[in-house]
């Protein structure tokens, strides 16, 4: 005796016995995602009227709740349709631990992204050197953190190596020493061109009276007297005081009569040498 084989039935019998349970998901699936999408941008307008909450924050946290909402959707979606979900999340954890192992460093930037989010070495808006790269700090991701250098030019770093470097932050400083090298010539005054150096710095108003500036002699070189000239400044006046600075120390030695000497170098050639030079070409 032949076995019968099920039919699927008419596209009207389906939509007869299943209609109801796609469009409840279809409904579940829209109310979902647009209430995912309203958190999204009210967590973000509600940071930006909160100033307790810092700007660091804020993109994370937004994320943070539409994929927690998105989730939620998605299983009730699923449970509308039949599907056993404490089975499928179980098949999910073996998955995403197989997926963990193969990413691996990915997942140690999304760590690495959290213990910067807590610990805050920097914000955003900070200027900074993380290992060797300068920059101001335009946004920290759960995978990434994005710089703008000095010069306009983005640069993404991952967030292990950030967690692993070493960061000076420039803004957070109370205030920045300059050291500036001046070298003068042997035949000068040294007292009189400390003098003048001093009086440059004393003249400067974005050269902190505390600490104190301080010029003196630093080396004995070759062919000139180095003096260094140290200053303090509050971090935002660092570059252009010391671009100044360099150009007015300069210029007032010049007014001076101080020589600041330029590097000389001697040839010696010898005797026989220069009589082959100067012999007539055959």
Do not use: C
Request: proline share 6%; no cysteine; charged share 20%.
């Amino acid at each position: 005796m032949e076995q019968e084989i099920p039919t699927l039935g008419t596209p009207i019998e389906l939509l007869r016995s299943h209609g109801a349970s796609v469009a409840s998901a279809l409904v579940i699936a829209f109310v979902g995602w647009t209430v995912a999408a309203w958190t999204a941008r009210s967590v973000r307008s509600f940071g930006k009227r909160w100033t307790q909450v810092d700007v660091t924050l804020i993109p994370v946290l937004a994320s943070l709740s539409r994929l927690t909402l998105l989730t939620v959707t998605a299983m009730a979606v699923l449970e509308r349709f039949g599907v056993d979900t404490k089975s499928l999340l179980a098949v999910l954890g073996a998955a995403g631990l197989a997926i963990g192992l193969a990413l691996k460093d990915t997942l140690s930037d999304v760590a690495a992204g959290l213990v910067i989010l807590v610990l805050r070495p920097f914000d955003v808006g900070d200027a900074v050197e993380v290992d060797g790269t300068s920059g101001v700090v335009d946004a920290i991701d759960v995978f990434q953190t994005k710089l703008t250098s000095f010069d306009g030019v983005p640069i993404t770093l991952p967030n292990s190596k950030v967690r692993s470097a070493k960061i000076q932050n420039f803004t957070r400083a109370q205030r920045r020493r300059m050291d500036l090298t001046i070298g003068v010539s042997y035949s000068a005054d040294l007292t009189r061109a400390i003098a003048t150096l001093q009086d440059v710095l004393s003249n400067e108003p974005r050269v902190l009276p505390e600490p104190a500036p301080s010029v003196d002699v630093v080396e004995l070189a070759d062919e000139k007297v180095n003096l260094l000239v140290r200053a303090w400044t509050l971090p935002a006046d660092f570059f252009p005081a010391r671009l100044e600075l360099t150009r007015h120390l300069k210029e007032r030695l010049d007014a001076e009569g101080i020589v600041v000497p330029m590097p000389q170098r001697e040839m010696h050639i010898p005797l026989r040498e220069r009589e082959r030079r100067s012999a007539p070409f055959l």
